[in-house]
């Protein structure tokens, strides 16, 4: 047997967000969102369900799986597999708008009903944070205090989930290893047969359940997002590049100026430590020079005078 890889938008799509996958869509949402008990998705309606003339105008980098739960509350799914610019700005907008949207002209701000939006990304969004889960909503800064419960963004890492199949002991672990690993699997691993929804999941995963069209189709979207993460990689990689080369420039550059100026100041200091020395050591020599020599005029000028050599070297301080 062969799957689809489902981190596709194609085959995403197909097996969350077509008619009859509502058992497996509110199996799904429950596990990842974690409802249980009395919170527990009862019910769902799926909006704007994949039909097959619809794959060639989906949108290439995201896809769109839209519930309405029973009690009104809105769900969107999203599964990303690029990382494009304006991504987290792009996910709180759809969030934004599926809440506005809900009102029309006249109708009352109570209307409201709260919209979850779940994003499955095929990259690391946040690398700081080691958990695959992160759930963001309105709140207090200082107090941490829920602002309102009616606009959350659950994402789920699938980089960073990295259990295996003896390592899965959750609802959520199994839907997450059944996303990021159906298409490199050959069969239904024991483990993940045990749950209806699940295997549910698998059998509309299938590619011998696909039209040739349909087929097709998802060959088609695998090799747009291959080639699309390699433009990226490219991208990235010459950016790097680009990057580096600009940077040994620059800190040349910045690296021979400072030498210049530190060479400047280190050898103005060292020529005036040699100068004061050597003006120290020739202003002796000439001072000792020129007292010697008025020493001799004073010696010269007693003698003539008539004293004596001995009393006259006496009187200036002079040795016999």
């Given at each position: 047997m062969k799957f689809l890889d489902v981190t596709t938008d194609y085959a995403f799509k197909r097996v969350f967000g077509s008619e009859n996958s509502r058992p497996v869509l509110k199996a799904f949402l429950n596990a990842i969102l974690e409802y249980e008990g009395e919170h527990a998705i009862a019910d769902l309606e799926i909006v704007d369900p994949y039909q097959v003339p619809a794959i060639q105008g989906m949108k290439d980098t995201f896809v769109d799986v839209k519930a309405v739960l029973a009690n009104g509350k809105q769900i969107i799914v999203e599964m990303q597999v690029l990382n494009v610019p304006g991504f987290?700005?792009?996910?709180?907008?759809?969030?934004?708008?599926?809440?506005?949207?809900?009102?029309?002209?006249?109708?009352d701000y109570t209307l409201l009903r709260p919209v979850v939006a779940l994003t499955l990304t095929d990259f690391e969004m946040f690398p700081d944070f080691p958990g695959f889960l992160s759930r963001f909503k309105v709140m207090e800064t200082h107090r941490l205090t829920t602002y309102s419960g009616d606009?959350?963004?659950?994402?789920?890492?699938?980089?960073?989930?990295?259990?295996?199949?003896?390592?899965?002991?959750?609802?959520?672990?199994?839907?997450?290893?059944?996303?990021?690993?159906?298409?490199?699997?050959?069969?239904?691993?024991?483990?993940?047969?045990?749950?209806?929804?699940?295997?549910?999941?698998?059998?509309?995963?299938?590619?011998s359940a696909l039209s040739r069209e349909e087929l097709e189709a998802q060959h088609k979207r695998f090799d747009f997002i291959r080639l699309q993460r390699g433009s990226l990689a490219k991208a990235t990689a010459d950016g790097l590049a680009k990057g580096l080369e600009q940077g040994l420039e620059q800190g040349l550059e910045q690296g021979l100026e400072q030498g210049l100026q530190q060479g400047l100041q280190q050898g103005l200091q060292q020529g005036l430590q040699q100068g004061l020395q050597q003006g120290l050591e020739q202003g002796l020599a000439i001072g000792r020079a020129e007292g010697e020599a008025?020493?001799?005029?004073?010696?010269?000028?007693?003698?003539?005078?008539g004293m004596d050599e001995a009393s006259a070297r006496t009187a200036i301080g002079l040795p016999d």
């Open positions: 987290e700005q792009r996910v709180l907008y759809n969030a934004a708008k599926a809440y506005a949207q809900q009102l029309t002209k006249g109708d606009l959350e963004l659950v994402f789920a890492e699938l980089p960073k989930f990295t259990k295996t199949l003896p390592e899965l002991t959750t609802a959520t672990d199994r839907w997450l290893y059944f996303v990021k690993h159906a298409g490199s699997l050959q069969i239904v691993p024991e483990a993940l047969r045990r749950e209806p929804a699940l295997q549910s999941a698998f059998d509309m995963a299938l590619e008025r020493l001799r005029q004073a010696l010269d000028r007693l003698l003539a005078n």
